[in-house]
Nanobody, 125 residues
Framework: QVQLVESGGGSVQAGGSLRLSCAAS????????VTWFRQAPGKEREGVAG???????SYADSVKGRFTISTDPAKNTLYLQMNSLKPEDTAMYYC???????????????????WGQGTQVTVSS
């Protein structure tokens, strides 16, 4: 089991940046995959960026080149650096963690048992 708490959301103008944090109750590098998801009202939850215990990263096409996922194992924390934000990035952002995932399934939110409470990101044009 692991508890996850997100922070760092806020309201910014298009083109701005935010860094989200996800604090975990156990070592990040013992969790096979830790992944950021987002969900806007009326839309399905979608995977944004994931990282596994070996440091392998994966990004949704919509955020490649703009978002960067990273970890600080000493602080048991996952980060999502978001640059060049667009209004379509507006959503509630969640971190999620689990074991037993594959590259093909990391962005399928139903595969994750452990979730944070979410942090809101709002981008205005």
């Amino acid at each position: 089991q692991v508890q996850l708490v997100e922070s760092g959301g806020g309201s910014v103008q298009a083109g701005g940046s935010l860094r989200l944090s996800c604090a975990a109750s156990k070592s990040i590098n013992t969790i096979y995959y830790v992944t950021w998801f987002r969900q806007a009202p009326g839309k399905e939850r979608e995977g944004v960026a994931g990282i596994n215990s070996a440091g392998t990263t994966s990004y949704a096409d919509s955020v490649k080149g703009r978002f960067t996922i990273s970890t600080d194992p000493a602080k048991n924390t996952l980060y999502l650096q978001m640059n060049s934000l667009k209004p379509e990035d507006t959503a509630m952002y969640y971190c999620a963690a689990d074991w037993g995932l594959t590259l093909a399934t990391i962005f399928q939110y139903r595969n994750y048992r452990y979730w944070g409470q979410g942090t809101q990101v709002t981008v205005s044009s």
